[in-house]
């Protein structure tokens, strides 16, 4: 069987991490970024670490799309992407595209920039890239696939046979309601970790930090509701229960976040906002809580903490100084 060619565009984790699992796997993989890392890449290859073991490859590494290819995966944050589809543009010739970015805005960025419809793929998963070449494999959960546009539904079964070398594939036809259930609960585990600096076990394990992921995640679903948007259950993101479970007393919400986020294991996640933060690059605030600020402004229904946590991420950045447990607290009251 021929292998289809597949070009992932942007090595940061995600990226790196989709390029050197499938490379291990056999696949014809090239690995896309900018032209000033073409040269170090094709030298020192990946090194790839965690829980789908240790070893290195060597894949294709290129400035620009190959000719022929048949999948783009674009990995590149939110902020980033309308750059990259413009810096590709002519080089994707017929291949169809896929986004995996956080957040509700890729498909947008796509339409707007090169009128194309998308797959998209949502990775309920963690990796860390803190150094060129190198990605750790942190947390193995489900890649959720799916296509606004019908056509491209012929697209999935290849996808999920590629994605599945990653993690287990979950399909939907409600690709929309999936992002915004990946959100709400994202958007929680990004701040948590991103504005303490610390693991999101400790993080839960800490009560006045735990009681904020709570109070959190109770206004994000509040103003989604608002705003009439349908979430979906995915595997391990049952929507409808957390979302019942945050109408009862915070203690249950507590309970629920301890037994989810509270374990050892955890301690090896790091969301793509910390990674962000300590390599010194801006981070997707604007597309993770920021969202929900935005919707907000439009229906009226009041997120003061997802607006604190946006200015405080925007705080960090700049100052690179993590928020205390007294200061966390600060912002539910």
């Not at 707007?112 to 998209?120: A, F, M, N, T, Y």
Request: with cysteine.
């Amino acid at each position: 069987m021929t292998k289809p060619k597949i070009a992932v565009v942007g090595a940061g984790a995600i990226g790196n991490l989709l390029a050197a699992l499938w490379t291990r796997a056999g696949e014809d993989v090239t690995l896309v970024v900018r032209p000033n890392r073409v040269e170090s890449l094709l030298a020192s290859g990946l090194a790839a670490s965690g829980i789908k073991g240790d070893f290195h490859v060597t894949p294709k590494v290129a400035a620009e799309i190959p000719v022929g290819a048949d999948f783009a995966v674009f990995t590149m944050k939110t902020q980033d992407l309308a750059e990259a589809i413009r810096t590709q543009k002519a080089s994707l010739g017929t291949a169809t595209l896929v986004t995996a970015q956080n957040g509700v805005r890729a498909r947008e960025i796509v339409l707007e920039e090169c009128r194309r419809e998308p797959v998209s793929a949502i990775l309920l998963l963690n990796s860390s890239s803190l150094a060129s070449g190198e990605v750790r494999y942190n947390r193995e959960g489900v890649t959720v696939l799916g296509a606004a546009a019908p056509e491209l539904r012929n697209r999935i079964p290849e996808l999920k046979r590629l994605f599945a070398i990653v993690a287990s594939v979950f399909v939907t036809d409600e690709i929309e309601g999936a992002a915004w259930s990946k959100l709400v609960i994202n958007a929680m585990t990004n701040s948590m970790n991103a504005l303490t600096g610390r693991p999101l076990n400790e993080c839960v394990n800490d009560p006045a930090i735990v009681q904020f992921g709570v109070a959190q995640l109770k206004e994000s679903f509040g103003v989604v509701r608002a705003a009439g948007i349908p979430l979906i259950n995915m595997p391990g993101a049952p929507m409808r229960l957390f979302s019942r479970a945050l109408k009862l007393p915070a203690f249950v919400g507590r309970m629920i976040l301890r037994k989810n986020l509270g374990s050892s294991d955890q301690a090896s996640i790091m969301t793509s906002t910390l990674q962000s933060i300590l390599r010194r690059q801006p981070t997707e605030i604007d597309y993770l809580n920021g969202e929900f600020v935005r919707l907000s402004d439009k229906t009226g229904y009041p997120v003061p903490i997802n607006r604190a946590v946006v200015e405080a991420i925007r705080r960090v950045e700049q100052s690179g100084k993590f928020l205390s447990r007294e200061e966390i607290a600060a912002m539910v009251r």
